[in-house]
């Protein structure tokens, strides 16, 4: 089966925000945000900019008949800031012209005042002061204090990890038009419709049946669109309520890299305990995450970071601490993995460190305390149907490490130069969201009379493949050709109180909604079938590739037929179902609980290469063995699992994101943010679909492939380290990301 609307993308016949044809009368909408990081607004003066010919309005906080808040766990972000400024980008203003340019020279018009006050950019410098968002969080587990003293090596160090900006193709957008009863229509490109219904809500003072939000596809969303285009979607429909004309705003790409929050920067500190065989004993671990101005998404991704603080690892005793630090810069936010990756570059880094000490090689420590079915997590939920040990083993086996690793030390030996390197990446990652409640979705499906289908879920599209995902499962529970199927847009009027499209759960929530819908559907044509055929019972009946078979028999009733049938004798050929996840919770009190409905294996194979001389690294290849479950589209997993590392690569070896000492952004265009890209990215990267592995927790026992493999990107980094410390065997290398080619020179030719 195609991807879906694949065609029509290479045709460039998807439509995304900025293609939708305007309604007559849309105006233009561009924002005016703080030049610093932090002070109070002591003047606002919009009279020059209005006095621009084409300026229609600028709207500020006076202009709210609401709440002046968009926080969605925590209310502490205003949409305009009203009193003081918090980061540089943050949004004071929105100018509305007659068209976008008059707009965005508008924008340049307005005259502020400002008195500064202090800054902080440092989570450290922001623990320090007791700028915390939240109260440390603690996931413990066993007594790590009563094992130091059995351990035989105890090492410490710190890490930083830097933080990474989305860069979706599609930069953040919405168009909002009044309809009749004064509700809005709110075009979005969202991750979340509800988030923007229901901050709209806030902000306008109208109930949420007033507001409707319609998404048709994402170019793009990376977590950057989970909680981040609600500002936008919501300025719109502000605008266009107040004006009473349609109202759109597009980011200019550098006002967006400027103005939202990317991957939470983290510096964290670790203890690890090991004994003579390698296996760790004792992990102390304390977090310090960079939540930037307010909260948005930060808490829930700090307690991700806990979640996955020992990685595939099973670690007896375990004390992981985290920190919600609050910082002048713009508010970091959801990025692929969610503050998993942070924590697994911890713990790698950690067991790297520890090699270099016992003089070991790390896959023999990473070997030795694989998860096992029975474990313990810190959270207290317990490891079952483990692949970590099963991906591991056949990664080894399968990409001939042991030879690898020998060809490299003789590649070493024989060049001066020119080093190589390689590294193990296991991977074990959580599927739910760890806010138990947003484990729900449903689907609405509607057959028309001549066979067609039509469906909606909570599901958002955004390159990730969702929408083909859930054709298949249409598909194989009707048992009728994909062609048939139209996926409609994401819109809140037809599916309420929708969970953002995130936490990889996508296709699993809304696969398994559209499989209940479905079925609910096939049982009352089955019925009907079973009157028709004479059967005694619907057991007899079965449909297959839109043909009734009676007690295994082909019978002439077909799709058409029986869909016909069924409009003619009143039964409904629609259907709405509600999923929720079974068996997860997680009690914040102890922070124990069954989070997951499962998890999600694999072990990565990086191998690289560093021109010692100049610095430069290339990754020569990735070679994965992934837990895909029984794959319900294997190109789109493919794909995603390839994208994913790429990404993962660029977060640990290329992207750096770079302030001034004022907080303001000075990579804020393509020329200054380096991504990977073709010639970056790795030549061999080789992804095999572990055999016979399927997962009773997934929709036809699949298994979520969004986030996962970003993770081993980390490999890379450690890969590109054991390259350099060939070429410097006797010097210590500080595991702090990303690992720039302008860091590696400086540490292969640097006296310290
Ligand atoms: N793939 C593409 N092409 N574009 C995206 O924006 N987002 C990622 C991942 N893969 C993303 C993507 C993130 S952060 C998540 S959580 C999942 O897709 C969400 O989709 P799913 O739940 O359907 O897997
Ligand atoms: N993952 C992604 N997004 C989320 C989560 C999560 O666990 N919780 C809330 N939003
Ligand atoms: Mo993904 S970071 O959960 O949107």
New binding site residues.
Partial sequence: MRSYDSVQHAKGESKFVDDIPIPEGTLFASVYYSPIAHGKIKKLNFSQALKAEGVISIISASDIPGENQIGGIILDEELFAKEGVHYVGQPIALVVAENKFTAINAVKEIEAQFEKLPTIFDPREAFEKGELIIPPKIFSLGNVNAEWHNCDYIIEGSVISGSQEHL?LETQGSLAFPVEGGGIKIISSTQGPTAVQKIASRVLNLPMNKIEVDVSR?G????GKEDQATAWAVMAALAAVKLNRPVKIILQRQDDMRMTGKRHPYSSDYKIGLNKEGKILAYEVNYYQNAGASADLSTAILERTLFHSTNSYFIPNVKATAYCCRTNLPPFT???GFGGPQAMFVIESAIHKAAEVMNVEPTYIQTKNLLKDGDEFPFGQINKNSRAEKCFDEAVKRFEFEKKEKEVKKFNEANILVKKGIAAMPVCFGISFTSTFLNQASSLVHVYTDGSVRISTA?VE???G?NVKIVSIATRTLSINPDRIKIDTTNTSRIANTSP???????DLNGFATRDACNLILERLKKLAAQILNAKDISQIELMDEIVYLNKVKTDLDWIKLINTAYMKRISLSAHAHHATPNIYFDRENMKGDAFAYHVFGTAIVEATVDCLVGTCSVDSVKVVHDFGKSLHPVTDKG?AE??IVQGIGWMTLEEIIYDNEGKLLTDALSTYKVPDIQFAPAIIDVHFLEDVPNPYGPFQSK????PPFMYGIGAFFAICNAMKAFRPHKSIQYNSPLTHEKVLLWLHSEK
């Avoid at 793009?220 to 977590?223: A, D, E, I, L, M």
């Avoid at 499209?501 to 296709?507: C, D, E, L, N, V």
């Fill in positions: 979706y994402l793009g969303g990376f977590g959801a990025f692929r599901a955004m390159g990730q969702v499209t995130a936490a990889s759960k996508g296709a995603q994208g994913g979520a492939i969004g986030e």
